[in-house]
């Protein structure tokens, strides 16, 4: 299911979350192509923003009416805090994950191995980007592959790179492009650059998993959430439901 007619407009979201945060979240977007929420799909931050609205409408009357009928309020309170962290996770992971899937599995350092390579035997670097195309996988190699694909229709390539290191939202990618741009000057020394990138990337591997050891397992999160949350929704709309049944037999 899509929301077709978005009636939030840019306009007004820049309003309320200021252009530089609405930029951002564009470009996050505009980089993983849609979010799948609670099986509604959303491909815009007009989209997003107006899903978020409705959800928070739907909120706001199970609130009222909970109130009304002087539902428990504790739970109302969970299952409010319960969704939104729902939605905050559903918008936010696979964003998350897209990021760090560039050095998830040595994605991004295994490209990075081969430009060296490639480099240090003298291949122009528009033949290092085509073998990468055709021969790696990944995320890191489709961003590549669209890369040659906009080389192969009339762009520089240092721009074709740059933009799709921007769709990549991560920093290394983009640091890679601008030391491959420096080709244009000279090649001098450009392995090293890109060891030393390499270095870096590394270390931010090991931090990575360090970090994730520390942490508990999302995959253990959400059914603890969904085994107290929805509970908690039935508690509060089964007796919502029985009063409106009682009123309208009246």
Known sequence: MKIKNPFLKDKI????????????ISREMHAIEKLNIFGIEVTSVSELFS???????ILSVILLLALLNKSNLKALIILLIGTNILLYA???????????????DNELPAVLETLIQGLQIGMPVYSILLYISNNKKGNTADLINLCVTKVNSGMDINKALREVAEKSLNDYFLRMALIIEKTDRSVINLDKQLEYLQQDMEEERINIKTEHADKLDNALFFPMLIGYFIPLIIMI??????????????
């Not at 309003?15 to 951002?24: A, G, L, Q, S, T």
């Not at 559903?90 to 998830?104: A, G």
């Not at 919502?240 to 049944?245: D, E, V, Y």
């Open 237 to 250: 709309l089964v007796p919502l439901l029985r009063q409106m049944t009682k009123l309208q037999g009246m």
């Open 90 to 104: 559903k918008i936010k992971d696979p964003i998350d994950k897209y990021k760090e899937s560039f050095l998830k």
């Open 51 to 57: 899903f978020i609205a409705i959800v928070w409408g």
């Open 13 to 24: 979201i820049k309003k309320v979350i200021k252009e530089d945060k609405f930029d951002k």
